[in-house]
């Protein structure tokens, strides 16, 4: 019997992750064939990598904030390390032989490794602390990430590389030299190296190891730490260590996130509002918004977000005026019992007509 309730539930496990799989390529169809027929603004098309990276840090997110359980508000740090990364190694191998797509995959991977060895550091001290705590422990991290970036300089010449926090005029540098990181000015001359493809691509990858976590027997020790960690600890599960994984791999992930958008720009500096706690919020109310714990609904409600300010341009000053009373009532719709229950009611009228009619 219990096998048979365990199938049930891994069918409705599976069906579910097809349905979000689904979502994400019928709308990569949807804006190329619109792309394709001229019908897409170039500020639509604009947005269509913005919707890969934010849907990765929303997905991300929600695996340290819903899955997890733990509040973080520096996650837009992690974006940085990402952006940083591809930008240097974009710099440095911009006059060498390899073509524009293997600097952009090997950008990935390092960045994935990079972000993900620092989310290991910031998660030894931090994943000791509860609530309000680690939120403001993420926040400084991600501040101090933000300004560290936009203070360094780093140039290369035949001597190597040489780092400086005062400005190029405290190096020695040859004739022949390189700017990479330019203080506040950030990262200049970059190339566009990056696709909707791509992005759709490194989508789904993100989907397929968030979801495949969840579903997996970590994923479920993880789910138990956060509804009660003494019980958890009491069965024999390593707390420690299955808290700093999931940390880790949301960390790695907007990493990933982060070369995405440092491929779509020409400029990388790091006082853009992408980097600091401004962004780190927006995406946690992503998360919120969609359903703490919920990955479907973080990418439905990346998506809206995100095209509501572009598709409000027309009414001008009362534009973002519209968007918080749609973020109120996508709050209320999603969060107050009496909404729930109604939106439950009206599943199951719909549910038990469709039962109706094939009985018919």
């Given at each position: 019997?219990?096998?048979f309730?365990?199938?049930?539930?891994?069918?409705?496990?599976?069906q579910?992750?097809l349905?979000?799989?689904?979502?994400?390529i019928?709308?990569y169809v949807?804006?190329?064939?619109?792309?394709?027929?001229?019908?897409l603004?170039?500020s639509?098309?604009g947005?269509?990598?913005?919707?890969?990276?934010?849907?990765?840090m929303?997905v991300?997110?929600n695996?340290?904030?819903?899955?997890l359980?733990e509040?973080?508000?520096?996650h837009a740090?992690?974006?940085?390390?990402?952006?940083y990364?591809?930008?240097?190694?974009?710099?440095?191998?911009?006059?060498?032989?390899?073509?524009?797509?293997a600097?952009?995959?090997?950008?990935?991977v390092?960045?994935?490794i990079?972000?993900?060895?620092?989310?290991?550091l910031i998660g030894?001290?931090?994943?000791?602390l509860?609530?309000?705590?680690?939120?403001?422990?993420t926040?400084?991290f991600?501040?101090?990430?933000?300004n560290?970036?936009g203070?360094l300089?780093?140039?290369?010449?035949s001597?190597?590389?040489h780092?400086s926090?005062?400005?190029?005029?405290?190096?020695?540098?040859?004739?022949?030299?390189?700017v990479?990181?330019?203080?506040?000015?950030g990262?200049t001359?970059?190339?566009?190296?990056?696709?909707?493809?791509?992005?759709?691509?490194?989508?789904?990858?993100?989907?397929?190891v968030?979801?495949?976590?969840?579903?997996?027997?970590?994923?479920?020790?993880?789910?138990?730490?956060r509804?009660?960690r003494?019980?958890?600890e009491?069965?024999?599960?390593?707390?420690?260590?299955?808290?700093?994984?999931?940390?880790?791999i949301?960390?790695?992930?907007?990493?990933?996130a982060?070369?995405?958008?440092?491929?779509?720009?020409?400029?990388?500096?790091?006082?853009?509002k992408?980097?600091?706690?401004?962004?780190s919020i927006?995406?946690?109310?992503y998360?919120?918004?969609?359903?703490?714990g919920?990955?479907?609904?973080s990418?439905?409600?990346t998506v809206?977000?995100?095209?509501?300010?572009?598709?409000?341009?027309?009414?001008?000053?009362?534009?973002?005026?519209?968007?918080?009373?749609?973020?109120?009532?996508?709050?209320i719709l999603?969060?107050s019992?009496?909404?729930?229950a109604?939106?439950e009611?009206?599943i199951?009228?719909i549910?038990?007509?469709?039962k109706?009619k094939?009985?018919?």
């Amino acid at each position: 019997m219990s096998k048979f309730v365990d199938s049930i539930k891994s069918n409705k496990k599976l069906q579910s992750n097809l349905i979000t799989f689904g979502m994400v390529i019928i709308l990569y169809v949807i804006c190329q064939s619109l792309a394709a027929a001229g019908i897409l603004s170039n500020s639509m098309k604009g947005l269509l990598i913005q919707f890969c990276y934010y849907i990765i840090m929303a997905v991300s997110l929600n695996l340290t904030v819903g899955i997890l359980g733990e509040l973080s508000l520096g996650h837009a740090g992690f974006m940085c390390i990402g952006a940083y990364t591809y930008g240097i190694f974009a710099k440095v191998l911009s006059s060498g032989n390899l073509s524009r797509t293997a600097i952009l995959l090997i950008s990935l991977v390092l960045a994935a490794i990079i972000a993900a060895f620092f989310g290991f550091l910031i998660g030894i001290p931090v994943l000791r602390l509860k609530g309000d705590y680690l939120a403001i422990v993420t926040l400084a991290f991600g501040e101090i990430i933000k300004n560290v970036t936009g203070s360094l300089y780093i140039a290369k010449d035949s001597h190597g590389l040489h780092f400086s926090l005062n400005g190029t005029s405290d190096m020695v540098l040859d004739a022949d030299n390189l700017v990479i990181i330019d203080g506040p000015k950030g990262i200049t001359g970059l190339t566009s190296g990056v696709s909707f493809t791509l992005g759709t691509i490194l989508v789904i990858i993100t989907l397929i190891v968030v979801l495949n976590l969840i579903n997996s027997r970590t994923g479920r020790a993880v789910m138990a730490i956060r509804d009660n960690r003494i019980a958890a600890e009491a069965t024999g599960i390593n707390v420690t260590k299955y808290k700093m994984l999931a940390f880790t791999i949301s960390a790695s992930l907007a990493g990933v996130a982060g070369v995405l958008y440092a491929g779509s720009l020409s400029t990388l500096t790091s006082t853009s509002k992408n980097f600091g706690y401004n962004m780190s919020i927006m995406i946690l109310v992503y998360v919120v918004l969609g359903g703490i714990g919920s990955i479907r609904g973080s990418v439905i409600a990346t998506v809206i977000l995100v095209l509501l300010p572009e598709k409000l341009r027309f009414v001008n000053s009362y534009r973002m005026l519209i968007y918080a009373i749609v973020l109120i009532a996508m709050m209320i719709l999603n969060w107050s019992p009496s909404a729930r229950a109604w939106r439950e009611k009206m599943i199951n009228k719909i549910k038990s007509g469709k039962k109706v009619k094939e009985a018919k």
